[in-house]
């Protein structure tokens, strides 16, 4: 599943509420390196001993399975009117082990008609509170014997008492979007979201990570509808009421919570790779983009088959776009259901593809459907592989710096969540609910600890052990020591330090590094002191890594170390002062570093070290100084675009015309959308003239609607009377970044009569773009007076208070209430602020969300 990055995407709010390739250089190894041990005496005063539980700690296991669950038929028709499932299921079963006269199974919020087991009636106790179903077998069963459960139903997954979390916002398991039919133009659809256990409100079963069963499923619809389901379309039969019966088959066992459906008025895209169908479920007007939608999905399939060296085992794979989904995208066996925030023209995907997401839910084919966790407590297993597969993909597609530049930001994201929400093992068998392992543990620290693996054992080695892994699993539940089995069966080496480290404790390193040269003995010294609290993390973490000595502009040379204490000194041979020593020289560790270099060295690591954090880093470090700027005219012809794009956010606007020629040409002709975007936003700083025509051709003749965006915005600085008359001609066009960029404009006019424009147009806008707009709103609002502002907020609060909505435009709409209370507020208007204070409390009695709730504990105030 992909969640969007919730957790980590929200740790970087705040940060808005404060207002954001060389060639290969050989390494040679020489001397061995000398290791000194640090050892410091610290006094302490006495302290009071900390009270010690006398408790066993949470412990969650796996569920115990008595019966397995050997195959699914399902025979459903929809009640739209009632958002009701009328079911019936027959389920073929097998004691596991030990003898049984009694099945357990998962049904969630149902009406039972008939309960049979082998053609009889039996008797059965339903605890509705537990939605637990408990049936008499009428006898013992063996091993040795089969046995058929029938269950007619009627499922209601509408009418249940659900929550959710951050990851799946809702447990109702099977949803009915506009079911009468009411809702505007939104399509009529059916869809589902199984994971964790919810497919269960909608038939029953052994709704549990470690049960497998292959499937059949019959549908009958109106004849205006496609379905999507698991496997193969087998049949489709037309009947005498208008209706249609799709017989879907999935002849392969996967897990209950990978069962899936999708029902609506879909246009279907569809190609083969190697003999396999591959369809594209959009909405009709977006069919002539829907493979764009899923670029690349054909070489996904190749390039990620050859990886792990396990051909894509599946019988088909489709990939479906629904409304109002509760997640991200969900890895349902060759039926990924995606939230229609992929839903984009081929222009809007313009650099901002969905490359990343569609990778994620494409390895979930083999690592958490083939392969599954055998617990909640193991969702790594899944959700690691997935992240570190859009790592994977970039690295092929692009090449490392774009790879590197993304684990950059997954592993801010680990840090950045764990320092918000502390930290816990990434096997994590205390969890208080099995929602909270949908976390930046399970998904960023996954694939970081993936990143980690592969380079400790090297490329051959990491890829020969996914394949015994996958081989030895297949079809099977996992845990974290099946991996570690199979790759030391592979590679030979013993990695339980490695497991019981980064797998099953908790937190991560924080690391001082300091530099220095000792000229009597020659010899370069790397100081490292681990510093993360002992009393939340491991006092120590073992880490190997590179240490790259610079003597001179060509040839570093590598020295493996490997640091096992809390503090240690590492001494290398070195006949002058190194020019540069950069540890952990591949940047593979997670850990969070401090040191300091000095201007020179920032310089030469820029254009010495080869790597994109290398060079990335660099300019950071010297972000405020007058040889920072200087770096940054050179970085503006860097192959990354990243760091391009921060080499301009590092210049102001100059009179230096060499410089602003680069930056007019990158305007033009840079390679990156966003890089363009960003330059020209740097030639409207400047306030010239001259450049309104840049920024009139970046908005008539631009393909990428970002680029339009920033020209629009460009020509507001330039010439606003211009800029308004384009705001004007652009105000119905459906890119979220233009409308976002239209309502900056209207919001500097101070006309009251574009609110309207705001409230018509925030379903467009989105991501920080949809908090900026609503900023924009609460701001025009704020200039047309008291009652105004107390009518605007009402209106956000609406958007605050509807958990429907995405965490963003729900964060966006309460901090601009939140806005325009402290502006009633600090003009005296008592009785006005006090009925936005308590809409602020009404939207945080409401929230669902841990992480929004931290973030409104700021409003109100």
Not at 536 to 561: C, H, Q, S, W
Not at 591 to 610: G, K, M, T
Not at 766 to 780: H, K, V
């Amino acid at each position: 599943m992909n969640k969007i990055s919730l957790y980590w995407i929200l740790s970087l709010i705040p940060a808005l509420l404060l207002f954001s390739c060389k060639g290969t250089q050989t390494l040679v190894n020489e001397e061995p390196v000398e290791e000194r041990e640090l050892r410091e005496i610290v006094v302490t005063p006495e302290e009071e001993p900390e009270e010690v539980s006398l408790d066993l700690p949470t412990y969650n296991p796996s569920y115990t399975r008595t019966n397995d669950l050997l195959h699914t038929k399902l025979d459903l028709k929809f009640d739209w009117s009632k958002q009701h499932v009328l079911g019936k299921a027959w389920l073929d079963f097998r004691p596991l082990f030990y003898d049984t006269d009694e099945l357990v199974l998962d049904a969630k919020g149902f009406d039972l008609h008939k309960v049979q087991v082998n053609g009889k009636d039996v008797k059965y106790d339903y605890n509705k509170k537990a939605e637990i179903l408990t049936i008499d077998l009428g006898r013992t069963f063996s091993a040795k014997d089969k046995y058929q459960v029938y269950i007619d139903y009627t499922a209601k997954p509408n009418e249940r008492t659900y929550g959710g979390s951050a990851a799946i916002t809702s447990e109702k398991g099977l949803f009915f979007i506009n079911p009468l039919g009411d809702e505007g133009d939104k399509p009529q659809q059916i869809w589902t979201q199984g994971e964790t256990e919810n497919n269960s409100a909608w038939f029953p079963t052994i709704d549990k990570p470690n049960e497998r069963t292959t499937q059949e499923i019959y549908l009958t619809v109106q004849d205006r509808f496609k379905t999507l389901s698991n496997g193969i379309l087998e049949s489709s039969k037309k009947n005498a009421d208008g209706t249609r019966t799709d017989y879907w088959n999935m002849d392969m066992p996967h897990t209950p919570y990978l069962f899936m459906l999708a029902i609506g008025e879909f246009a279907v895209v569809s190609e083969k790779w190697r003999g396999k169908l591959l369809e594209y479920y959009v909405e009709p007007e977006y069919k002539k983009d829907a493979k764009a939608i899923f670029s690349h999905t054909p070489e996904m399939l190749t390039f990620f088959s050859e990886y792990v060296g396990v051909e894509y085992p599946w019988q088909k794979y489709s990939q479906v776009v629904v409304r109002d989904y509760v997640s991200g995208a969900m890895e349902n066996t060759t039926g990924v259901i995606f939230g229609d925030f992929v839903q984009k023209t081929e222009r809007e995907l313009i650099d901002n593809h969905n490359e990343r997401i569609v990778a994620h839910e494409l390895m979930h084919h083999w690592f958490g459907d083939l392969v599954t966790c055998e617990s909640w407590a193991n969702l790594t297993m899944n959700e690691g592989f997935a992240n570190y597969s859009e790592y994977l993909w970039l690295e092929h597609k692009y090449g490392r710096d774009a790879a590197d530049y993304h684990l950059m930001g997954e592993q801010s994201g680990y840090v950045m969540s764990s320092a918000q929400t502390g930290t816990h093992p990434l096997i994590h068998f205390g969890y208080d609910d099995k929602e909270d392992m949908f976390d930046a543990h399970s998904y960023n620290k996954g694939g970081a600890i993936l990143h980690m693996l592969r380079k400790t054992l090297g490329d051959d080695a990491f890829r020969a052990g996914l394949k015994l892994y996958l081989e030895e699993n297949k079809f099977k539940a996992v845990e974290a020591h099946d991996l570690r089995l199979a790759l030391e069966d592979v590679s030979g080496r013993d990695l339980n330090w490695f497991f019981n480290q980064w797998y099953f404790n908790q937190g991560h390193p924080k690391v001082k590094v300091e530099y220095g040269y000792d000229a009597a003995s020659k010899e370069a010294i790397v100081m490292l002191e681990q510093t993360q609290d002992p009393k939340e993390n491991p006092a120590v973490f073992v880490l190997p890594m590179a240490v790259d000595i610079y003597n001179g502009a060509a040839r570093p040379t590598r020295k493996m170390i490997e640091m096992n204490k809390r503090k240690q000194e590492f001494r290398f041979k070195s006949s002058s002062k190194p020019d540069l020593l950069v540890v952990d020289a591949e940047h593979t560790l997670l850990a969070e570093w401090d040191e300091s270099r000095s201007e020179e060295e920032y310089v030469f690591q820029f254009n010495n070290a080869p790597l994109f954090y290398d060079r990335y880093s660099a300019l950071q470090g010297l972000k405020d100084s007058e040889k920072g700027k200087e770096l940054a005219v050179k970085a503006l012809d860097d192959p990354s675009w990243a760091v391009r794009n921060s080499a301009l956010t590092m210049l102001n606007a100059t009179d230096n015309p060499t410089v602003m020629t680069k930056v007019e040409k990158m305007a033009k002709t840079d390679s990156r959308s966003q890089v363009k975007s960003a330059a020209l936003l740097m030639l409207a700083k400047t306030g010239d003239a001259k450049y309104v025509s840049v920024a009139k051709n970046a908005i008539d003749n631009e393909r990428a609607y970002g680029v339009v965006a920033a020209g629009l915005e460009a020509l507001t600085q330039l010439d606003k009377a211009e800029a308004t008359k384009y705001a004007a001609k652009l105000e119905n066009e459906k890119s979220g970044s233009i409308i976002a960029a239209v309502g900056s404009i209207y919001e500097s006019t101070g006309d009251m009569s574009k609110l309207s424009f705001f409230e018509k147009n925030v379903d467009k806008t989105s991501g920080y773009g949809t908090i900026n707009f609503l900023n924009s709103y609460s701001e025009l609002a704020a200039k047309g007076g008291p009652q105004t502002m107390l009518d605007t907020g009402i209106t956000l609060s609406k958007l605050g208070l509807d958990m429907q909505q995405s965490p963003w435009k729900r964060f966006g709409a309460t901090r601009a209430l939140d806005n325009l209370y402290k502006k009633l507020k600090d003009g005296g208007e008592t009785e006005k602020s006090m009925q936005l204070k308590k809409l602020i409390g009404d939207i945080k009695a409401a929230e669902t969300m841990d992480q929004l709730k931290g973030l409104y504990n700021n409003f109100g105030l």
